[in-house]
T-cell receptor, first 114, second 114 residues
Framework: GAGVSQSPSNKVTEKGKDVELRCDPI?????LYWYRQSLGQGLEFLIY????????KSGLPSDRFSAERTGGSVSTLTIQRTQQEDSAVYLC????????????FGEGSRLTVL | SQQGEEDPQALSIQEGENATMNCSYK?????LQWYRQNSGRGLVHLIL?????REKHSGRLRVTLDTSKKSSSLLITASRAADTASYFC??????????????FGKGTKLTVNP
């Protein structure tokens, strides 16, 4: 696609429910990143994929968070048993690969846990 | 982990004035990038400066990098109301064998008054 696409753009869920957030990167981009941004804050790194493998999962806050990427393309971030503190905007970005290049961001998925 | 720290946290200026934002970081880097985020939107890449560069220009943007002080500055000249946004610096963790994630600061919120 022309840009990084994320869905849903907004998600309201009840505490304890599971949610899935999807990211469709720019075609041909081998690297994919998930970040989390709380209201008025900076970006918190969650996980990074190179192809389908995740060499750096260091930012995942707890074992309730998981992510996968299939076919070197679409990625899904899953949050199990959501908590109120999970409320944030989840941003996905892709790049051609390697840390020397710029990241292209999607518009984010805003998650609200009631 | 927080690598870049922007200063000031917020900046309000009049249209036509210059805006300067600073970023400090802690570890050695391979490059430093600046991004812009309009309210409620994704981030957009502005400029990348490599560790062996001291200054870079792009249109009304001027970025400097001082690796001895582990700091960078972003100057926006002749500001416009449309420059109102949050600005983030991002660094890679070059001292750790080329980690492929960007670590973002908390950003500077710039308001340009017409």
């Amino acid at each position: 696609g022309a840009g990084v696409s994320q869905s849903p753009s907004n998600k309201v869920t009840e505490k304890g429910k599971d949610v899935e957030l999807r990211c469709d990167p720019i075609s041909g981009h081998t690297a994919l990143y998930w970040y989390r941004q709380s209201l008025g804050q900076g970006l918190e790194f969650l996980i990074y994929f190179q192809g389908n493998s995740a060499p750096d999962k260091s930012g995942l806050p707890s074992d309730r968070f998981s992510a996968e990427r299939t076919g070197g393309s679409v990625s899904t971030l899953t949050i199990q048993r959501t908590q109120q503190e999970d409320s944030a905007v989840y941003l996905c970005a892709s790049s051609l690969g390697g840390w020397t290049g710029e990241l292209f961001f999607g518009e984010g998925s805003r998650l609200t846990v009631l | 982990s927080q690598q870049g720290e922007e200063d000031p946290q917020a900046l309000s200026i009049q249209e036509g004035e210059n805006a300067t934002m600073n970023c400090s970081y802690k570890t050695s880097i391979n490059n430093l990038q600046w991004y812009r985020q309009n309210s409620g939107r994704g981030l957009v890449h502005l400029i990348l400066i490599r560790s062996n560069e001291r200054e870079k220009h792009s249109g009304r943007l001027r970025v400097t990098l001082d690796t001895s002080k582990k700091s960078s500055s972003l100057l926006i000249t002749a500001s416009r109301a449309a420059d109102t946004a949050s600005y983030f610096c991002a660094t890679d963790e070059g001292g750790r064998g080329g980690s492929e994630k960007l670590v973002f600061g908390k950003g500077t919120k710039l308001t340009v008054n017409p």
